[in-house]
């Protein structure tokens, strides 16, 4: 009984780090945190946790804990930017309790996820990133708005017929098919067909990257305990689904090898990818950064990423698979959105008409169609809270919180969403919270 409350008492001795600091916190639940233990414990979804955390809370930031690691929660939007933007270069990492020699230790699939942007960490990954910047520029997204074009028409044609019918569909299912297509065309060059069959295999396989069983759940939660990664690894348990992963892997691959023997360009996300793998620079000019990349660069002298192929390979597949259930949801719920108020509609539809055939740089001066996507971010948001691991022992102006090295601090976006202060009557979808005039009062 002493050697097993010894160890408790071992285990739990950071369980009051915040309190010691004169610091509110969310009480820990062992083994789990504050955060994890309550979802253990109830039923409720994690954003609805989030909410009520942050509203038991009236301070700037408050303490929390994953498994037997204190976390700090920022719940203030200036603080937020600090982290976000301002400091950047501190806090690149997605999480600073990673195990640093997972890779050494993974599965072959597992590896393929461990070589991409999300999680990469450190000098490597400020490396890979800046190599990877010159793709998302508004020059080449111009480029890639040309392929979404075709894929939009059909979108399009299949409302169509359905309204014709006078029968109803599935939205989510539908927007799903969008995003799989314009992103698969715009990353890789291949005509996923989604809009064509019930469900292709690509589609197949993408559905199931995002399924989660019980096992795989519980294989997820044990890899955020520190020194499990590598320990999974060494048993050849895969976290991934291995199946979808060689399905996306060897698909990529394949269109990598094609286009090296055609020699046909395409300027979609390989070709530029290729070109970095070749070395050969991707020129951008300043006046295609959007405000976030200016405000946000990486400071200091930055080493060359050795992009090979594998690295290609996984983060050509994490745009693809991110961008594929992330925009098929906010499209899901501004359509929901829009189709419930004819103001919105209205209001969207004289923007959209003042162009006959609207270009890329036709919408980036669309600036209610644009408050319409930032309200449902706002709403629905797709990233309920935003991790990132210090790089260096570190103090938080304004509250003069100090970080330690490796030490995650969170942003509880939801909760800063549905903040009054923030938002007047957050539960409400008021697209004029984005205006130019509600933005300079933040």
Same mark, same amino acid.
Request: aromatic residues 10%; negative net charge.
């Given at each position: ?42 039923? /409720? ?9 942050? =509203? ?214 390989? +070709? ?64 929901? =959105? ?18 006959? +055939? ?46 330690? /090295? ?37």
């Amino acid at each position: 009984v002493i050697v097993v409350v010894a160890l408790y008492k071992y285990l739990t001795k950071d369980y009051q780090h915040w309190t010691k600091l004169g610091l509110a916190q969310d009480e820990p639940t062992f083994p789990f945190g504050s955060l994890l233990g309550e979802l253990v414990k109830g039923k /409720k979804a994690s954003c609805d946790l989030l909410r009520e955390q942050y =509203e038991r809370h009236n301070t700037k930031v408050y303490g929390g804990y994953v498994f037997l690691n204190p976390i700090l929660v920022i719940r203030d939007p200036e603080l937020a930017k600090i982290v976000l933007v301002r400091d950047f270069n501190n806090f690149v990492d997605r999480s600073g309790m990673i195990s640093p020699d997972r890779s050494k230790h993974s599965t072959v699939t597992d590896k393929i996820w461990n070589r991409q942007l999300t999680t990469l960490s450190g000098d490597e990954w400020k490396s890979v990133r800046s190599s990877l910047s010159p793709i998302f520029t508004s020059g080449k997204m111009k480029v890639m708005f040309a392929l979404m074009q075709h894929v939009s028409n059909e979108f399009l044609d299949t409302i169509r017929k359905h309204s014709e019918k006078d029968e109803a569909f599935e939205l989510k299912d539908l927007c799903g098919r969008f995003t799989m297509d314009s992103i698969s065309s715009c990353a890789i060059g291949f005509n996923a067909g989604s809009f064509h069959e019930d469900e292709t295999i690509f589609v197949k396989n993408a559905k199931g990257l995002f399924k989660r069983s019980g096992w795989a759940m519980f294989l997820f939660v044990l890899s955020l305990v520190p020194g499990m990664n590598a320990l999974l690894g060494r048993l050849g348990i895969s976290i991934s689904r291995p199946q979808e992963t060689r399905f996306f892997y060897n698909l990529i691959k394949a269109s990598i090898e094609a286009r090296r023997k055609s020699g046909e360009q395409r300027n979609d996300l390989i +070709d530029l990818m290729i070109r970095i793998m070749k070395d050969e620079e991707i020129t951008t000019g300043e006046d295609e950064l959007d405000q976030f990349e200016n405000d946000a660069k990486l400071k200091g002298p930055v080493k060359k990423a050795e992009f090979d192929e594998l690295t290609l390979i996984a983060n050509a597949m994490v745009m693809l698979l991110a961008g594929y259930e992330t925009t098929a949801t906010t499209m899901t719920w501004a359509l929901f =959105e829009i189709a419930r108020s004819e103001e919105i509609q209205r209001k969207l539809w004289e923007e959209v008409q003042q162009f006959d +055939d609207p270009s890329y740089t036709d919408f980036m001066n669309m600036p209610y169609l644009d408050c319409v996507v930032n309200e449902s971010l706002r709403k629905y948001p797709q990233a309920t809270a935003i991790s990132r691991g210090s790089q260096e022992n570190y103090i938080l102006e304004d509250v003069n919180i100090p970080i330690k /090295k490796g030490m995650d601090v969170y942003v509880n976006v939801v909760g800063i969403h549905y903040d009054p202060q923030n938002y007047p009557n957050p539960n409400e979808f008021n697209p004029d919270n984005f205006t130019r005039e509600a933005k300079a009062t933040r």
